[in-house]
């Protein structure tokens, strides 16, 4: 854990033993009373916190001084079609770790139906995914994640229009079928950037002619086959460039 992270609630009380936080403190960093941690709370500011004391019981008191803001999130927001559990909860830590500002997830023609099925946003897997890469990131804040049956529905409820103050973003759908472009010429853009990513079965030809309807770009990631996370991680990064790139 590069920063341990509090909710609100949690303030004022001890981390009990078997805490996976109250562990890495005591038994991978080893700090005592009286040491101080990298610290924050999940969605606030950031800053130190200080073990003021281990309990009898192995629970941990720590007090918490916070004036920092989180580092600034990407206005880069992913849409994710539905995979297997084991790899959406990859998709979540990592996309969280680069800094994305929202997930979408979104069931796609091509895309197994069983996936929809997964108990992993209802057991807080997903919650914990997203945690996690901001931890990775010494970051507090997390993307908002939303979920939508279909590509039609993602694409009319417009999303993006109603968290980037109206700034019209630059749309793209990575496609390797049918792509006018490249991810690698992509422009350096001034505007928040939506990316679409697909089942590995690709989009189909459905779906290729709605995103084309709505304004979207379809641009080549390259020539393989990638795994949907592989794509996740090549395609933010390479739009983080940009994005960095034009100051946002």
């Given at each position: 854990?590069?920063?341990?992270?509090?909710?609100?609630?949690?303030?004022?009380?001890?981390?009990?033993?078997?805490?996976?936080?109250?562990?890495?403190?005591?038994?991978?960093?080893?700090?005592?009373?009286?040491?101080?941690?990298?610290?924050?709370?999940?969605?606030?500011?950031?800053?130190?916190?200080?073990?003021?004391?281990?309990?009898?019981?192995?629970?941990v008191f720590v007090t918490l001084y916070v004036s920092e803001p989180p580092p600034p999130r990407l206005k880069l927001r992913m849409a994710v079609s539905f995979v297997r559990p084991i790899q959406l909860r990859r998709i979540f830590r990592d996309l969280s770790s680069i800094g994305v500002s929202a997930i979408d997830l979104v069931a796609a023609d091509m895309g197994e139906k069983s996936y929809r099925d997964t108990k992993l946003l209802l057991s807080g897997g997903g919650q914990a995914a997203l945690v996690e890469g901001a931890v990775q990131a010494r970051d507090t804040r997390i993307p908002e994640l939303k979920i939508y049956d279909?590509?039609?529905?993602?694409?009319?409820?417009?999303?993006?229009?109603?968290?980037?103050?109206?700034?019209?973003?630059?749309?793209?759908?990575?496609?390797?079928?049918?792509?006018?472009?490249?991810?690698?010429?992509?422009?350096?853009?001034?505007?928040?950037?939506?990316?679409?990513?697909?089942?590995?079965?690709?989009?189909?030809?459905?779906?290729?002619?709605?995103?084309?309807?709505?304004?979207?770009?379809?641009?080549?990631?390259?020539?393989?086959?990638?795994?949907?996370?592989?794509?996740?991680?090549a395609a933010a990064a390479l739009a983080m460039e940009k994005i960095e790139e034009s100051g946002l």
């Open positions: 854990m590069n920063i341990i992270l509090f909710e609100e609630h949690e303030l004022g009380r001890s981390l009990p033993r078997r805490d996976e936080r109250t562990i890495h403190l005591l038994k991978v960093l080893h700090k005592k009373p009286g040491d101080e941690f990298e610290a924050g709370i999940l969605g606030g500011k950031k800053g130190t916190g200080r073990i003021e004391k281990i309990n009898l019981d192995g629970s279909n590509i039609e529905s993602w694409l009319e409820a417009y999303p993006w229009e109603k968290t980037d103050n109206n700034r019209i973003p630059q749309l793209i759908a990575a496609d390797n079928v049918r792509a006018e472009g490249s991810f690698f010429n992509l422009s350096v853009t001034t505007r928040p950037i939506v990316i679409a990513i697909g089942p590995e079965r690709g989009w189909s030809d459905r779906e290729r002619d709605l995103f084309e309807k709505a304004g979207f770009l379809r641009l080549s990631i390259g020539e393989r086959s990638l795994r949907t996370e592989t794509a996740c991680t």
